[in-house]
């Protein structure tokens, strides 16, 4: 009886590395595919983290600034109604500065200065803008001037842009509390004075800042143009003078309220971004951004 033939070596190895391969593809492909959507799950579950992140932090701040101005207005306009401050006008239309009521009108402004950090200075302008009196010496900026000409609503503030004092030599800001002739029930017209209040912007700055973290850093604040006021909470020098790099459908998008995307963003590179509107007084914006890590 005839031996069946041997079956060369190279045929078996041939046919068993054929199926190892289709082993391993049956095995390593479904791996790796659902390697690879896990990783991008991942990527996608950390970026909406951020963007939630972001977005709540940036509302908080929002409140938190608007809060912020709303207090700094009801200050002046609780402290501008005092009778203090209406006979110390009346003394310096008089032209007596040395009077009792110039002098007590002086001291008032110092004793509440005393009790408010979030103050530079406290001082009192006549309705053309000249400054009568102060906790140290004052005057209005060029750019603030606007601010005290023609008829005013005695029920609100002027709040001046942010902007580099020629005088300081530093940004500064300002709020101005119309003060309306004595016993005047009309809700507009020319006023007598104005409160001026100089804010301290390391308090703002400090505001901005508080519990920022890496995910949730510091906001840049911007005005109502575009321009940057403050860098990641910082005031920096040239307020008002260069516009924040939003692409110009971000921008647009922004009208609702806020919004939170990615982009590359000049001179900042790839970023989550979040914008979120002013509500307040103050017409600005809030940015924060975060660098996007690669996909």
Not at 204 to 211: I, T
Not at 241 to 252: E, K, Q, T, W
Request: proline share 7%.
């Amino acid at each position: 009886m005839d031996e069946p033939a041997a079956v060369p070596r190279s045929f078996r190895f041939g046919v068993q590395a054929k199926l190892l391969a289709v082993v391993l593809l049956c095995v390593v492909v479904p791996v790796l595919t659902l390697g690879l959507f896990l990783l991008r799950r991942n990527q996608e579950v950390l970026r909406e983290k951020v963007e939630d992140g972001l977005s709540s932090h940036l509302l908080r701040r929002q409140s938190a600034f608007d809060e912020w101005m709303r207090d700094r207005a009801q200050e002046a306009t609780r402290w501008s109604a005092s009778f203090v401050v209406y006979e110390g006008l009346e003394a310096f239309a008089k032209e007596s500065p040395e009077s009792r009521a110039a002098r007590d009108l002086k001291s008032y402004l110092a004793s509440l200065l005393g009790h408010y950090r979030v103050y530079e200075s406290l001082f009192i302008v006549d309705g053309e803008g000249r400054v009568l009196t102060g906790t140290r010496e004052e005057q209005l900026e060029d750019w603030a001037r606007p601010l005290v000409q023609g008829e005013v609503a005695f029920d609100g503030v002027r709040l001046s842009p942010l902007r580099k004092s020629e005088i300081l030599g530093r940004p500064t800001l300002l709020l101005l509390r119309p003060i309306p002739p004595p016993g005047s029930s009309e809700r507009r017209g020319r006023a007598l004075g104005y409160f001026v209040e100089r804010f301290d912007l390391r308090e703002l700055e400090s505001m901005l800042a508080e519990d920022a973290t890496d995910l949730a850093p510091a906001p840049w604040l911007l005005d109502a143009e575009g321009h940057i006021l403050a860098r990641a909470g910082k005031v920096v020098d040239d307020a008002g003078v260069r516009p924040f790099p939003l692409p110009p459908a971000s921008v647009s998008s922004s009208a609702s309220g806020g919004f939170v995307a990615q982009g590359t963003l000049p001179e900042i590179g790839p970023s989550v971004f979040g914008v979120r509107n002013l509500a307040g007084g103050f017409s600005g914006r809030l940015v924060a951004t975060v660098p996007r890590s690669p996909s």
